[in-house]
């Protein structure tokens, strides 16, 4: 089992930038992918970006590549996203979650996921 907690989500102005954290307890996740989705109201929820167990890989959804950035510090078991240029479009609940399967875009390939922490956006 393993536990998700994300926190650093709030009100930005567009332009902005938030630091977003999820950190896990519980089984290690220093062997596992990491990914971030997003569920905006009214909209499926959505992959934004994920990390490789080394930190070593990377991947962004179209949106958001050049704006957001991915890391994680597995001494901490936490995983970071940093978000610049923030839009209103980003506005959404974000979620942090373990990867299982194959395909990282895919939330069924996930089987651990946190409450989610609220970011908006305002223009």
């Known amino acids: 089992q393993v536990q998700l907690v994300e926190s650093g989500g709030g009100l930005v102005q567009a332009g902005g930038s938030l630091r977003l954290s999820c950190v896990a307890s519980g089984r290690s996740i220093s062997y596992s992918g990491m990914g971030w989705f997003r569920q905006a109201p009214g909209k499926e929820r959505e992959f934004v970006s994920h990390?490789?167990?080394?930190?070593?890989?990377?991947d962004y959804t179209d949106s958001v590549k050049g704006r957001f950035t991915i890391s994680r510090d597995n001494a901490k078991s936490t995983v970071y996203l940093q978000m610049n240029s923030l839009k209103p479009e980003d506005t959404a609940i974000y979620y942090c979650?373990?990867?299982?399967?194959?395909?990282?875009?895919?939330?069924?390939?996930?089987?651990?996921w946190g409450q989610g922490t609220q970011v908006t956006v305002s223009s």
């Open positions: 979650a373990v990867r299982r399967g194959i395909e990282i875009q895919r939330g069924g390939a996930y089987d651990y």
């Open positions: 990390i490789n167990f080394s930190g070593s890989r990377t």
